[in-house]
């Protein structure tokens, strides 16, 4: 995970958090995290790289539609870097430790 971008990664938190979610669906998640409009160019040849990278998989529901979801890879990966922050995050709040 330490080679991808931070783009990259908020890509793999969306589809780890959402059920084979197709490209708009992930598109409108981040836009709302963002704030901002994600455009097709940026979105899709990242989707492509996580591909590539053999974090997700992409299948296909429809003649116009894919949906994605995470690799056993990708759930590692994840995983890795949540124990990481881990060791440098330790926060407290309303008494729930995070």
Known sequence: ?????GFQRDLL????GL??????AIKEE???????EIHHGR????????VEKG???KGQRDRRTNYYTLTRRGRREIKARKEWE???I?????????
């Open 55 to 57: 974090l997700i998989e």
């Open 13 to 16: 938190y969306v589809i780890a």
């Open 30 to 36: 981040l836009e709302d995290y963002y704030e901002k």
């Open 43 to 50: 979105l899709y040849p990242n989707l492509d790289t996580l």
């Open 86 to 88: 881990g060791d440098y």
């Open 1 to 5: 995970m330490y080679d991808l971008t």
């Open 90 to 98: 330790d926060i407290e709040y309303g008494g729930v430790r995070i």
């Open 19 to 24: 059920d084979e979610p197709h490209g708009l």
